[in-house]
Antibody, heavy 122, light 111 residues
């Protein structure tokens, strides 16, 4: 059974930074693309970022480019999202996901973590 | 990102069938057979219930079925049950994007 366990969420002031982590189990982490999807309170789902399995290629939603960095550590089965210059509109539940990716894009999400809440507020 | 368009809400009585639409363009829904559907119960993470327009992951009830016509995809829930009350989201690959796009979401109410 695939399990994705996020941590690192919390309250942060505008302009601040936060690092989310996700530990994966039940899958061969090194051979799977991974990603993050977020959901603002009462709102819909939005892709944030993904990282490929082999060459570490990364993709970002335009709204987070230059502020967020996705990375992975296959020795620890861990996915990370470093978030900086946070804004109020980044407030959301952040889900760690295992997507299904083609050669140049990821769309379908096969597995979801339970999510971690990030609140950006003064 | 411009979201795919879904109705805000759909309702039905137990035992009935309902259909949720997901409208896109030829750059996403209409151009590729990469439409997925997710169910999200209150306070929970979404769960994949349909992928590649019509396919069901193992363990998903056959009461859920997907289809597509032109630029619009649809999810049909047959034999509606109280437990089907949830939010439902579609998603699709979109040309020129490296990340998919989600629909606006539909709240299903069982009367």
């Amino acid at each position: 059974e695939v399990q994705l366990l996020e941590s690192g969420g919390g309250l942060v002031q505008p302009g601040g930074s936060l690092r989310l982590s996700c530990v994966a189990s039940g899958l061969t982490f090194s051979t799977n693309a991974m990603g993050w999807v977020r959901q603002a309170p009462g709102k819909g789902l939005e892709w944030v970022s993904s990282i490929s399995d082999s060459d570490g290629r990364t993709y970002y939603e335009d709204s987070v480019k230059g502020r967020f960095t996705i990375s992975r550590d296959s020795s620890k089965n861990t996915l990370s999202l470093q978030m900086s210059s946070l804004r109020a509109e980044d407030t959301a539940v952040y889900y760690c996901v295992k997507p299904h990716c083609g050669a140049t894009s990821c769309s379908r999400v096969d597995y979801w973590g339970q999510g971690t809440l990030v609140t950006v507020s003064s | 990102q411009s979201a795919l368009t879904q109705p805000a809400s759909v309702s039905g009585s137990p035992g009935q069938s309902i259909t949720i639409s997901c409208a896109g363009t030829s750059s996403d829904v209409g151009g590729y057979n990469f439409v997925s559907w997710y169910r999200q119960n209150p306070g929970k993470a979404p769960k994949l219930i349909i992928y590649d327009v019509t396919r069901r992951p193992s363990g998903v009830s056959d009461r859920f079925s997907g289809s597509k016509s032109g630029d619009t995809a649809s999810l049909t829930i047959s034999g509606l049950q109280a437990e089907d009350e949830a939010d439902y989201y579609c998603s699709s690959h979109r040309n020129s994007r490296n990340l998919g796009v989600f629909g606006t979401g539909t709240k299903v109410t069982v009367l």
